[in-house]
Nanobody
Framework: VQLQASGGGLVQAGGSLRLSCSASGLTISSYGVGWFRQAPGKEREFVAAMRKGTTATYYGQSVKGRFTISRDNANNKVYLQMNALRPEDTAVYYC?????????????????????WGQGTQVTVSS
């Protein structure tokens, strides 16, 4: 089982990026999926998630209205579209999947809900 995040890079404030997470060894539609980020010296924080088996989505307060999570079941990928980027969005972004169960809504915000993680992709937003 492997998750591969990509699409990070350097962008100016106000710009956009789309992150991709490719899954191998698992069928992404069978799992809840999430994006987290970690800035230098800070704890890993929740960014966005999509509930297993539905299109229900959840967002961290700081990205709500700017970021959009989506899932491409045909290609076994998850995306994070990031618009109106700010310097404070600078971080390493990680994709992750839940286990085979069906977590309650509040669990999607917690790191411990996700047993499988990708390696991360760096996003740097310049001012």
């Amino acid at each position: 089982v492997q998750l591969q995040a990509s699409g990070g890079g350097l962008v100016q404030a106000g710009g956009s990026l789309r992150l991709s997470c490719s899954a191998s060894g698992l069928t992404i539609s069978s799992y809840g999926v999430g994006w987290f980020r970690q800035a230098p010296g800070k704890e890993r924080e929740f960014v966005a998630a999509m509930r297993k088996g539905t299109t229900a989505t959840y967002y961290g307060q700081s990205v709500k209205g700017r970021f959009t999570i989506s899932r491409d079941n045909a290609n076994n990928k998850v995306y994070l579209q990031m618009n109106a980027l700010r310097p404070e969005d600078t971080a390493v972004y990680y994709c992750a999947t839940t286990g085979m169960g069906n977590p309650i809504s509040s669990a999607y915000f917690r790191l411990s809900t996700y047993p499988t993680w990708g390696q991360g992709t760096q996003v740097t937003v310049s001012s």
